[in-house]
């Protein structure tokens, strides 16, 4: 089945360590993202990638970094400059081109112990 | 700017009863319109979407939406809601670029 794939579906992390979040689509999507999901403020972007090799800064970048080495995989890594990481995380993908349907995989639950 | 409002956080109807979850965008261009619905702990699953040509978009689960230019709004209505509605549902919109924009959600609660 084609989609996106988020591990773990939940990590627990000690304040002061770095998480990798993983992300891999075989939808052959071009664009590939990473929001931030708190209750009641909706989805926030954290970065997206439009090609392999490039990836751009959303509007929540600070404590966070990104790689695109494959156009498949688009691995988050929450740092210990994250002042705040508990979280739900979303990754999504999509066509480049106009319009095109943003999809999302199933998230992943991140918590500072 | 663009924006996407979604002026409910809360909705609650009874089973049976009909839907209309209300979205607003601020866009300067020719906007595509989407609504989603995500369930607790899960991704967010398409419901519809609002590219061109018609303005009353039927989706799955017997969802549809209208779009309206003259309000710039684009609801979201059922007719007889089922239990399993229950959940969040955003509305987005992009210009055709990167940038998607989502509203920050409206919490559907269904009484049996």
């Known amino acids: 089945d084609g989609g996106i794939t988020q591990s773990p579906k939940y990590l627990f992390r000690k304040e002061g360590q770095n998480v990798t979040l993983s992300c891999e689509q075989n939808l052959n999507h071009d664009a590939m993202y990473w929001y931030r999901q708190d209750p009641g403020q909706g989805l926030r972007l954290i970065y997206y990638s439009q090609i392999v090799n490039d990836f751009q800064k959303g509007d929540i970048a600070e404590g966070y970094s990104v790689s695109r080495e494959k156009k498949e995989s688009f691995p988050l890594t929450v740092t210990s400059a994250q002042k705040n990481p508990t979280a739900f995380y979303l990754c999504a993908s999509t066509l480049m081109g106009t319009g095109n349907t943003i999809y999302f995989g199933e998230g992943s639950w991140l918590t500072v112990v | 700017a663009q924006s996407v409002t979604q002026p409910d956080i809360h909705i609650t109807v009874s089973e049976g009863a009909s839907l209309e979850l209300r979205c607003n965008y601020s866009y300067g261009a020719t906007p595509y319109l989407f609504w989603y619905v995500q369930s607790p702990g899960q991704g967010l699953q398409l419901l519809l979407k609002y590219f061109s040509g018609d303005t009353l978009v039927q989706g799955i689960k017997g969802f549809e939406a209208e779009f309206k230019r003259s309000q710039s709004s684009f609801n979201l209505r059922k007719p007889s809601v089922h239990w399993s509605d229950a959940a969040e549902y955003f509305c987005?919109?992009?210009?055709?670029?990167?940038?998607?924009?989502f509203g920050t959600g409206t919490r559907l609660k269904v009484l049996a």
């Open positions: 987005a919109v992009t210009s055709g670029t990167y940038k998607y924009i």
